[in-house]
Every structure is written in structure tokens, then in C-alpha cells.
């Protein structure tokens, strides 16, 4: 077995629902990442690259027939490389670099490219076919942005609630405050504000062609608790979920080189990839699905809490990310998200994954070693996390 490292890492800024990178398919959006990962590092033949593995949540629109193989031609790699896409809702693109991690480990691969795409803006409607031809009633048609369609009607309706009435759930059961959802959400746009002037994600952007966008569109560096204490409950008449304490629909790539110690790559790796884990919940309190599976990479690292330097910790909503707080007394929650989160960065689903762990990587750098936790949360109930060394 040999280790697995994170050679470099890049991310397209995250646009806004129907805004500036509406106009951008998701498969251009991946092979703009995948043509820039590979122009910054000019040493790596494409052609010894053994597998693009990206994650898509939707899969229901242009993303569709394997987008990480589409996305690869569309980004001019040779035909002998292959792609896979891989599908595990917000975790997805964890998934690939987690997939990507363990075929190094074991020897099969060398040198792969994993990351992921989410489109939001342009997931499609859809309808479900008719069971029988020539149907006299009308047929209900589906949005696939985001949550359930198409339910089986087994499932039982406990677990097929919303996800904002999924974090409800975890607020009353955790005893989080609507005030404290606002301040962590506050918080996650002054420090990613800050960070973006600091240019510390300088380092990590890929601008989109055509696309005047240069930094996150979602951030609001002027958000206080008293602004957003004024918006209505999104999904209870006296709830504590917002829209601004809950991380917004967007559009986004991101795309890691992952490879082994000898890899045919001429560049000092970020970090090493030394635990994953992965774990699962009841569906209807999903958020802290993160929990077990930090707790499990953690163990198969050999390290604990007081080993971690800092964690990214996905933003789903404010109350999940505060409910895996409380359910893990030992860690110092002013070492989690120092620059921000997805409530202000943006969460597009397939992307999420790739973001947060190349933000570790790149951190790490920037620290000259260091320990660092990346986790995120998953509809219906699960949970991934890694940890990275350097």
C-alpha cells in the first residue's frame, strides 16, 4: 500500500441561482477545471493520467451520460483516459476524491484527476412516464434542483420531509437558537469576506471563459445578526431556518490532482490523504450524518481532536453545522470554517466536496504542515469526511 496525496487543487468562483454562471452548461463548467488544473501544472502528460472521477448530484439534464467523461473530451484529454462519474448527493465530489485516494493506495492508479459539478440553475424538469399509453389525466411535472421527486411511495413519509424541516428536527433537538443560527451564519460571510480580501482563495480560483465573475457571488460581507434576524421562517410558521441562515442553490466546478509519492507529476503534493470515513443516520436528520463519519476517519487515521489544526465543515444549514458542533464537545468551534463557509461561498452540490478538501490542502501550505478534517453532510442520511496531512 502506498499513501495518496493532493497535488493541487482548484475551484470555479461559485455563482448565485440564475445568475452569472447560469449561462454556463456543467460539463463545460468541469472541463474549464480540468483544463486548468492540468495548465498549471505543465509537467503532467495528460496521457498518463489514469481516471477522471467526478461527483454530479443531479444527473438529470446536460450532466447526464457521464459528465466526467464528457467533460474530459470536452477538456481535450487524450480518448485513452477514462471517467466515471459518481453520485452520492452533496457528498459527491468527496466521493470521487475518496475513490480517487483508495485506487492509489492500492497500487491500480498513479495519477487521477477527482473533483465535481453542480449546476443548479439549469437542472430540468421532469416528468414521470405514464404507466399506460395515451393517459387521459394530466402528468405533474418535477424540478430537480434540489430534495425529493419521484418518491417511492414505500418510503416512509418521516423520512421524505424537507430538508430546511429536517433541520428543524435538529434545532428543537439540540436546543439551537434562531439566534445562534443567525450569528454562525453572520459570521460565515464576514470571514469569507475577509479571507477573499486577504486573497487567500486567490490560489484556488479557475475564472470561467466569458464569465465576468472573480470571487463567490453569494458572499455578503455586511451581514449582521440584526439583518438577518428580520427574514421569515422558510419552512415552519414559528421555526428558525431561513434563507439566510441556510446555505443558497448555485452553480460551480471543482477538480483535485490526486496521486501517489512517485506520481508522474513534477510538483510537491498539498497533503496526504490519511483517514476517511463514512457513515449514515436516519433520513430525517441528515446534518449529522458528518459526526460518526469524522469520528471513523479520525480512528483510521490514528489521530483525535486534539491532533486537528482546523476542520471544513460543509454549511448546509447553520443549525446542522452547530448540531455536529454539539455533538462534538471536544473540538473548538473557532477552529472550524476560520474563512468561511457554504452559507456564504455557496453549496453546489456536486462541487461542495472538492472545495472544502482543496481548501485543506491549500491551507495546510500556507501553515507548512498541519492536520486538517474535511466533512460534509448528505440527504438521506448520511455522511463523509477525510483527513489530510502535511
Known amino acids: 500500500m502506498t499513501g495518496s496525496f493532493v497535488y493541487d487543487a482548484v475551484r470555479t468562483p461559485f455563482g448565485r441561482f440564475g445568475k452569472s454562471l447560469s449561462g454556463q452548461r456543467p460539463d463545460d463548467l468541469l472541463a474549464v477545471t480540468i483544463k486548468e488544473i492540468l495548465a498549471r501544472n505543465p509537467g503532467v502528460d495528460p496521457a498518463t493520467i489514469d481516471d477522471v472521477i467526478a461527483g454530479a448530484a443531479n444527473q438529470a439534464g446536460e450532466d447526464n451520460r457521464d459528465v466526467a467523461r464528457m467533460s474530459a473530451l470536452l477538456a481535450g484529454l487524450p480518448t485513452s483516459v477514462p471517467g466515471v462519474t459518481v453520485n452520492r448527493l452533496c457528498g459527491s465530489s468527496l466521493q470521487a476524491i475518496m475513490d480517487a485516494s483508495r485506487l492509489v493506495e492500492t497500487g491500480d492508479s498513479s ?49 421524505t420531509i424537507s430538508l430546511g424541516a429536517s433541520n428543524e428536527i435538529l434545532a428543537e433537538r439540540y436546543g439551537i437558537t434562531r439566534e445562534e443560527q443567525d450569528a454562525f451564519a453572520a459570521s460565515s460571510h464576514v470571514k469569507a469576506a475577509a479571507a477573499w480580501d486577504a486573497g487567500i482563495y486567490e490560489n484556488e480560483i479557475v475564472s470561467v471563459p466569458g464569465v465576468d465573475l472573480t470571487r463567490d457571488e453569494g458572499i455578503r460581507a455586511d451581514s449582521t445578526v440584526a439583518s438577518l434576524s428580520g427574514l421569515k421562517p422558510a419552512f415552519a410558521e414559528n421555526g428558525t431556518i431561513t434563507a439566510g441562515n441556510s446555505s443558497p442553490l448555485n452553480d460551480g466546478a471543482s477538480m483535485l490532482i490526486i496521486g501517489a509519492e512517485n506520481a508522474p507529476i513534477d510538483a510537491e503534493p498539498l497533503a496526504r490523504i490519511i483517514g476517511r470515513g463514512v457513515a449514515a443516520v436516519d433520513p430525517d436528520v441528515f446534518g449529522i450524518g458528518p459526526v460518526e463519519a469524522v469520528n471513523r476517519a479520525l480512528r483510521s487515521a490514528g489521530k483525535t481532536w486534539a491532533n486537528v489544526d482546523f476542520v471544513e465543515l460543509n454549511e448546509a444549514f447553520a443549525a446542522q453545522s452547530l448540531a455536529c458542533l454539539r455533538l462534538w464537545p471536544e473540538l473548538d468551534p473557532g477552529r472550524v470554517n476560520i474563512h468561511g463557509g457554504a452559507i456564504a461561498i455557496g453549496h453546489p452540490l456536486g462541487a461542495s466536496g472538492g472545495r472544502i478538501v482543496g481548501h485543506a490542502a491549500h491551507e495546510l501550505k500556507r501553515r507548512g504542515g498541519g492536520v486538517a478534517v474535511a466533512a460534509i453532510c448528505i440527504g438521506v442520511g448520511q455522511g463523509l469526511a477525510v483527513v489530510l496531512e502535511r
Open 111 to 159: 495519477l487521477v484527476l477527482a473533483g465535481g459539478v453542480e449546476s443548479m440553475s439549469r437542472a430540468p424538469w421532469v416528468v414521470s412516464k405514464p404507466t399506460k399509453a395515451f393517459p387521459a389525466t394530466n402528468e405533474i411535472m418535477h424540478s430537480t434542483t434540489i430534495g425529493w421527486r419521484l418518491v417511492n411511495p414505500r418510503m416512509p413519509k418521516e423520512w
